[in-house]
């Protein structure tokens, strides 16, 4: 089984526009949280803690929000 995940948040989500003229598409919030969130989440189910985000297109705001990862008790780099 893996143990750590890379997830690709870069794209510039031009077909979401206009919610990611200022919002980086993977934190464009479902059901009241970034959809990002969802998904680690969904990884930390099956037992993948540790994250490296490829961040490009506004990354400071997902490096903002995820940090370091502790809230969730993950590892996040960046």
Request: glycine share 12%; aromatic share 8%.
């Amino acid at each position: 089984m893996p143990r750590q995940a890379a997830v690709l948040c870069g794209g510039r989500g031009t077909r979401l526009r206009p919610h990611t003229d200022t919002t980086p598409k993977p934190m464009v919030e479902v059901a009241n949280r970034p959809f990002l969130e969802h998904l680690l989440g969904q990884l930390a189910e099956q037992g993948i803690v540790r994250f490296v985000l490829m961040t490009g297109h506004l990354g400071e705001q997902i490096h903002e929000h995820f940090g370091t990862g502790s809230r969730w008790g993950w590892d996040i780099r960046y």
